[in-house]
């Protein structure tokens, strides 16, 4: 297991699932943990467990992802409490609707802000930093990102955007010392898609897709590369592929 003794990691999406995961994963190799979401209660009482559990520095910088502010807000936060940023996780995301036709101009804003411009704002306002410390950005992409998927067409743009931008990110910045990776999923039991019904959490028993510590270990390798790029890493279920035509 890599160390982060005296690093600084921002993670979006920190309140629950992969977010809340990869917090536990990175406070335990000894990271600094700065956890962003937009439900405050949730994210202190992740902070807590952090400081309780590993002895970490946890430092809470709620707000909306989808707001360019808030990235602004989050990373200046974390650099006057901590003296630094080392790496950024991106992985605040949703999925609303599916049909296209169908669907509602409120779904599909929802998934473009958070998904597209929620990225976008976070590494635009990290990258300074990252550049500094020569650290590392990792984007949270999905199996989505990378094959057709006939049920939320939308959904799965953000995600191709995403990995597009990442990779594209990383060749733009790789020779000044900044890592970027990207972290693929398929299904991971979390309260991703509770807006449209039962979350992945109740909808697929334990062992049956990948739950949400096995991408925060693959989240957390990423961070640990010490002068090298874990570039992209996929996660998917074993038998995802047999049920592709």
């Known amino acids: 297991m890599g160390t982060l003794d005296d690093t600084t990691v921002l993670v979006t999406g920190a309140s629950s699932g992969i977010g809340e995961a990869t917090a536990h994963a990175l406070a335990e190799r000894g990271a600094n ?25 946890a430092a809470v910088v709620d707000g909306d992802v989808r707001e360019r502010e808030t990235a602004e807000a989050a990373v200046e936060s974390v650099v006057d409490r901590f003296g630094g940023l080392d790496a950024v996780v991106s992985n605040a995301g949703i999925g609303r609707g599916g049909d296209v036709e169908s669907m509602t101009d409120e779904e599909y804003f929802a998934m473009q802000e958070t998904n597209v411009d929620g ?25 989505a990102g ?13 995600k191709w955007w995403t990995r597009g931008f990442a990779h594209s990110v990383a060749a733009q910045v790789g020779d000044e010392g900044v890592a970027v ?9 979390t309260e991703f898609g509770s807006e449209d019904g039962d979350p992945f959490e109740e909808r697929f028993e334990p062992g049956t897709v990948t739950e949400p510590e096995e991408i925060a ?17 996929d996660l998917f279920r074993r038998d995802k592929f047999a049920d592709m035509q």
């Open 119 to 143: 990225t976008f704002f976070l590494t635009r306002t990290a990258l300074p930093e990252l550049r500094e410390s020569e650290g590392t950005l990792v984007v949270v992409g999905s199996f």
């Open 146 to 158: 990378q094959y057709p998927r006939s049920y939320n067409p939308v959904y799965a743009a953000t």
């Open 181 to 189: 990776s990207v972290v693929n999923p398929s299904e991971v039991r």
């Open 217 to 233: 270990e693959a989240i957390a390798f990423a961070v640990t590369r010490e002068g090298s790029t874990a570039q992209e890493i």
């Open 33 to 57: 943990v700065a956890l962003l979401a937009r439900r405050r209660e949730a994210l202190e009482a992740v902070a807590e467990t952090l400081e309780a559990d590993y002895g970490a520095r």
